[in-house]
């Protein structure tokens, strides 16, 4: 399985914004789940939102401690998976990761139930 391409991360301020891409290769595009986790230094790695992409629609959903905050969205044209991040706490600090598994309604938040993941990307916000 190809690697997802991750990449946006970086440092800063609290309230500040960050836009992370990945790129995601035809060989998986098409109706599958698509993912933004992260992962903080000794905690387990946690869904932030999912998007399935099939049927001429776009189902998302967010958990509740990033709604109203980011947003995930993909550009199909361009084969591209984005999770706008705004307003960031430094508590959203962690590596972020992309990752793809196979359809289901809705989209699992757990990181088992998907099978191909990017190398992740650091964010850090500072208070």
């Known amino acids: 399985v190809v690697p997802r391409v991750e990449s946006g991360g970086g440092s800063v301020q609290t309230g500040g914004s960050l836009t992370l891409s990945c790129e995601v290769p035809s060989d998986i595009y098409g109706d599958y789940c698509m993912a933004w986790f992260r992962q903080q230094p000794g905690k387990e790695r946690e869904a932030v939102a999912t998007l399935r992409n099939a049927d001429m629609t776009t189902d998302t959903r967010h958990v509740d401690s990033v709604t109203g905050r980011f947003t995930i969205s993909i550009d199909n044209a361009k084969n591209t998976l984005y999770l706008q991040m705004d307003n960031l706490k430094p508590e959203d600090a962690a590596t972020y990761y992309c990752?793809?598994?196979?359809?289901?309604?809705?989209?699992?938040?757990?990181?088992?139930?998907?099978?191909?993941w990017g190398s992740g990307t650091q964010v850090a916000v500072s208070s």
């Open positions: 990752a793809a598994g196979p359809p289901s309604r809705p989209c699992p938040l757990e990181p088992s139930k998907y099978n191909s």
